[in-house]
């Protein structure tokens, strides 16, 4: 049985309020705050991963690949996990990250009240997320081993932690972990080339996207890329960029109450129509039979 002492300190150390942070305002900061993050973690982040390669040394063989606010908050949040969208990731956790030191007890009309203790709550939050970044991880093509592996490396150490600011810094990190993982395994056997036009997908998923600019950014004619994507992927560049607007128009029908064609609109789908059937051909449903089965399920 482990010693409680040593989990419920006196009082629990907390980063100083005189640590200067970049303004988040402004979009060049994001990677100021992002070096912040891994600075404050770097050294813990170490043991955790080197934590994470022994445990999958040994897992090798593993098979396989509410309406509220909160709610509506955590989907957005692990749909950019399970995309592997490390551009919003990284905007989302640079700007929590001027935040952390502040936050020393979540509001419990938001998250319940799970423990008086604020150390305890802290790493019970910590738990959740990192148990619905797995899910979400594993949901987005990680395998399985992996996930797990990145899970229990985050929570391992966390169990040695007693600086609150500390453990809400490594929450962001493990976020950053997963999508990363993600991305990368997904895009493992694919060139460069494939890698930067899909990133590139993630990042205007609101935008008439055309092979044009693929071209333009990678500097290979659309016939070249359309044909690599067909060899890496299995799917033309236009198939794929209509598969990730439908997964994105998914997360908006259940978090969102926007008309479907509003939805379409921002998607920039040619019309509503045919936004309706692409959506229908994949998930066999319509996007308001969609929305009405997911909203009384619960």
């Known amino acids: 049985m482990k010693n409680t002492e040593k989990l419920i300190p006196p009082q629990p150390e907390i980063l100083p309020d005189a640590v200067p942070y970049p303004d988040i305002n402004e979009p060049e900061k994001i990677q100021s705050n992002l070096a912040f993050l891994e600075k404050s973690i770097r050294d813990d982040y170490k043991e955790i991963i080197s934590s994470i390669d022994s445990h999958l040394f040994m897992t090798q063989d593993t098979p396989g690949a509410d309406t509220g606010t909160r709610r509506i908050q955590e989907k957005a949040l692990y749909y950019y996990v399970s995309s592997g969208d490390i551009a919003r990731i990284d905007e989302i956790v640079a700007s929590s990250v001027e935040n952390a030191d502040k936050i020393t007890r979540p509001d419990s009309n938001v998250y319940g009240e799970v423990s008086e203790d604020p150390l305890l709550y802290s790493k019970y939050m910590l738990i959740a997320s990192v148990t619905l970044a797995t899910r979400a991880a594993i949901d987005g093509g990680l395998a399985e081993h992996i996930a797990y592996a990145i899970s229990d490396g985050f929570l391992r150490h966390m169990d040695k932690l007693t600086n609150i600011s500390k453990i809400n810094m490594l929450s962001n990190k493990a976020l950053r972990t997963f999508t ?20 590139y997908v993630l990042r205007h998923l609101h935008d008439d996207i055309r092979m044009k600019t693929f071209a333009e950014l990678t500097h290979r004619s659309a016939n070249y890329i359309s044909d690599l994507f067909q060899k890496e992927l299995g799917v033309r560049p236009t198939v794929f960029i209509r598969d990730k607007k439908l997964e994105y128009a998914r997360v908006m029908l259940e978090t969102t109450e926007l008309p479907v064609s509003s939805i379409s609109d921002l998607l920039a789908f040619p019309s509503t129509s045919s936004f309706i059937t692409y959506f229908n051909k994949k998930y066999g449903t319509t996007p308001l039979q969609y929305r009405s089965r997911r909203s009384g399920s619960v």
């Open 180 to 199: 990363y993982a993600v991305h990368d395994y997904n895009f493992r056997n694919c060139s460069l080339v494939t890698k930067t036009c899909c990133d």
